[in-house]
């Protein structure tokens, strides 16, 4: 997320923004961040290999957990960038409103 995007957030959700990405920078992150891509690798694996229904439920599940979060960083920030968006296209209609008098 550029700097004009992040103008068209509120003080607070810039700051929540900035939070996170202080998070997403951290040693900690990154490798949280590889145990859960190799764990979500081992349960695609039990995945293909399950014996039972109930041990391909517990697989699927699991891969579509580790793959939430392996997706949370973009996901977050595509949150972030529609709301900026949004409150983008709310600004502008404001503005054209008292440049023109009209109220929608």
Do not use: C, P
Request: hydrophobic residues 40%; aromatic residues 10%; glycine residues 4%.
């Amino acid at each position: 997320m550029d700097e004009q995007d992040l103008l068209h957030l509120s003080a607070a959700q810039q700051q929540q923004y900035a939070i996170f990405e202080e998070l997403f920078a951290t040693e900690g992150w990154k490798q949280f961040s590889e145990y859960v891509a190799q764990r979500s690798e081992l349960a695609e694996q039990a995945l293909l290999h399950a014996a039972t229904w109930e041990e391909h439920r517990i697989s699927t599940g699991a891969r579509v957990a580790y793959g939430e979060v392996l997706q949370f960083q973009a996901g977050l920030a595509a949150e972030f960038a529609t709301k900026a968006e949004e409150q983008r296209e709310t600004a502008t209609i404001e503005e054209l409103e008292d440049d023109t008098g009209y109220q929608s």
